[in-house]
């Protein structure tokens, strides 16, 4: 089972914001990863946040790390069509293996 | 290469039979991880290797699978007398450097299915 929790689906509007949401149970993780899956492609690294930081914005993603609740989250505005997938929330054990959740579908409806 | 590759990417299989499944990683990258991914699920880490070297074989289920890197570079993951619950999305990722802050990058993946 895993240590990393997600919710399960979320749904969306064309143009509104997503919020994934994560909680990580290994406090010495270095990195956290969202990592995104389309149908019948690999996972694909969208973005990644050193353990020291509290948030990390990258073109249409932020990332938000509270690493005292251990709670890892990841808004992307203006959300699209293409944005439709399941998005993997990911900790880094021992610095080498990743520990994944179960993954968010995310619908995103016009 | 341009990326992780896998081959096969589908194999399908009779229960009992052994497969080998294929992982090229990114040229130069010194770490190769195999991750399995079951239906629903993340994936969960099996193997890792710097270089030739198996560093941690700790997630592999049992004596069943077992992986090698023989020059550095290619990798294959191999499950002897396959039974009906190994199947899953096995996953290969790289990295460039041993381990610690690198990213992964994730191959396509190979889909095994045990009839």
């Known amino acids: 089972g895993e240590d990393v929790e997600q919710s399960l689906f979320l749904s969306v509007r064309e143009g509104d914001s997503s919020v994934i949401n994560c909680t990580y149970t290994?406090?010495?993780?270095?990195?956290l990863y969202w990592y995104k899956q389309e149908p019948g492609a690999g996972l694909q690294l969208l973005t990644y946040?050193?353990?020291?930081?509290d948030m990390k914005q990258d073109q249409r993603l932020t990332v938000l790390l509270n690493k005292k609740d251990k709670h890892l989250s990841l808004r992307i505005a203006d959300t699209q069509t293409g944005d439709s997938a399941i998005y993997f929330c990911?900790?880094?054990?021992?610095?080498?293996?990743?520990?994944f959740g179960a993954g968010t579908t995310v619908t995103v409806r016009a | 290469g341009a990326g992780v590759s896998q081959s096969p990417r589908y194999k399908v299989t009779k229960r009992g039979q052994d497969v080998a499944l294929r992982c090229d990683p990114i040229?130069?990258?010194?770490?190769l991880y195999w991750y399995r991914q079951a239906l629903g699920q993340g994936p969960e880490f099996l193997t890792y290797?710097?270089?030739?070297?198996?560093?941690?074989k700790s997630g592999l289920p049992n004596d069943r699978f077992s992986a090698e890197r023989p020059e550095g570079s290619i990798s294959t993951l191999t499950i002897q007398r396959t039974e009906q619950r190994d199947s899953a999305m096995y996953r290969c990722?790289?990295?460039?450097?041993?381990?610690?802050?690198?990213?992964?990058?994730f191959g396509p993946g190979t889909r095994l299915t045990v009839l």
């Open positions: 990722a790289s990295s460039s450097g041993l381990a610690g802050a690198d990213t992964q990058y």
């Open positions: 290994d406090s010495s993780s270095t990195y």
């Open positions: 946040i050193f353990s020291n930081m």
């Open positions: 990911a900790e880094s054990i021992d610095d080498y293996k990743l520990s």
């Open positions: 040229s130069g990258h010194v770490s």
């Open positions: 290797f710097n270089y030739e070297a198996q560093q941690d």
